[in-house]
């Protein structure tokens, strides 16, 4: 028998994608949007993982202390 792999590999994600889309809009001049709203894609899904983290934690935090009482 052959010993064959598959190797996956996946593309850029939505967040990678409008990001380059973003950058490359502004140093063309097509848009005149700020910095902070160019790169907005980033910082939204930072927000996300933080917020779901923290929901997490608040999550684990609420299940200790049911678990103990």
């Not at 934690?57 to 049911?66: A, P, Q, V």
């Amino acid at each position: 028998m052959e010993n064959s792999q598959q190797i996956a590999t996946a593309g850029p994600g939505l967040t990678t994608l409008l990001t380059m889309l973003f950058i490359t809009l502004k140093l063309c001049g097509v848009i005149a949007w700020s910095w902070v709203w160019v790169l907005s894609p980033i910082w939204i899904s930072i927000g996300l993982v933080v917020a779901l983290l923290g929901v997490a934690g608040i999550l684990m935090c609420i299940g200790k202390r049911y678990k103990t009482s």
